[in-house]
């Protein structure tokens, strides 16, 4: 079994690398992903968003891995943003990590996060067969 999206066509379509809602069948495992933010293995932050998106996607991705568990496997991921200028920039960062994959996906725009420095924050919930 594997996870099913929902995307009626009672409904527009979905604006972008997302789908309206996954169902995950049978039984399986879950893990959820505490909120990932750019911060490198070493430490260190990245100044862009570009830079800050790809760390907290590689951190998502290996929290993934280490549960044995990988893109396909995201059922819902919550991305929170500092300015909506920094849309596209991320977006195009999301869209690479996910490939084809179109979880359940929800973009908030914040006014801040735990450090001043950080500029993204990614969470996620993920299911496996």
């Given at each position: ?23 995950a069948?049978?039984?399986g ?19 862009d ?81």
């Amino acid at each position: 079994m594997s996870l099913r999206t929902h995307n009626p066509t009672t409904q527009a379509a979905p604006l972008g690398a997302y789908s309206n809602g996954v169902s995950a069948p049978g039984s399986g495992r879950w893990l959820h992903v505490a909120g990932q933010v750019g911060v490198r293995a070493d430490g260190s932050v990245a100044p862009d968003v570009a830079g800050q998106a790809d760390a907290a996607w590689q951190n998502l991705l290996g929290v993934l891995a280490d549960a044995g568990m990988g893109v396909g496997d995201l059922v819902k991921v919550t991305n929170y943003l500092l300015s909506a200028g920094d849309l596209a920039d991320y977006g195009a960062v999301r869209s690479r990590h996910l490939g084809t994959a179109r979880p359940a996906s929800t973009l908030v725009i914040v006014q801040a996060l735990a450090r001043p420095e950080w500029r993204v924050e990614v969470e996620a919930v993920a299911w496996h067969a």
